[in-house]
C-alpha cells in the first residue's frame, strides 16, 4: 500500500543549473532585472531560488507605469503594518511593500 504524503507541496525542490528549465528561468529573472534597473525602479532584493524581486517601495508607483500592462497573477496579503504586494511579470515575481491604510 503506497503511503500519504501530506507536505508534499511544502517541500521545495533544490534548485540545479541541470535542471531543463533553469536556464530560460535565470534568462528571464536576469533580463528583467536589468530592465527594472534600466526604467529607474530601485530593486532592492533578488531572490532567485524564490524567482522573486523585491522592490524598494518608493519606486513602485514607477514600476507600475513602465510596466502595469505585463502584471499578471497580482496578489496582496497584510504582513503586520504593511500590505505585501505581488505580481508576476514574465513569470517572475516582483514584490513590494506598502503601508496599510486606516480606515477612518
Known sequence: M????????LKREPLSIL??????MLSAFNELVRE???AG??????LLLDNQV???AVSADLFVERFGDR???VRYSSAGRFTRNSVTV????????SS???QQ
Open 2 to 9: 503506497g503511503t500519504l504524503n501530506l507536505s508534499g507541496g
Open 19 to 24: 535542471a531543463e528549465g533553469f536556464p530560460g
Open 36 to 38: 527594472l534597473r534600466g
Open 41 to 46: 525602479v530601485e530593486v532592492r532584493e533578488q
Open 54 to 56: 523585491e522592490i524598494e
Open 71 to 73: 502584471f499578471r497573477g
Open 90 to 97: 514574465r513569470g517572475v515575481d516582483v514584490v513590494w511593500l
Open 100 to 102: 496599510i491604510r486606516e
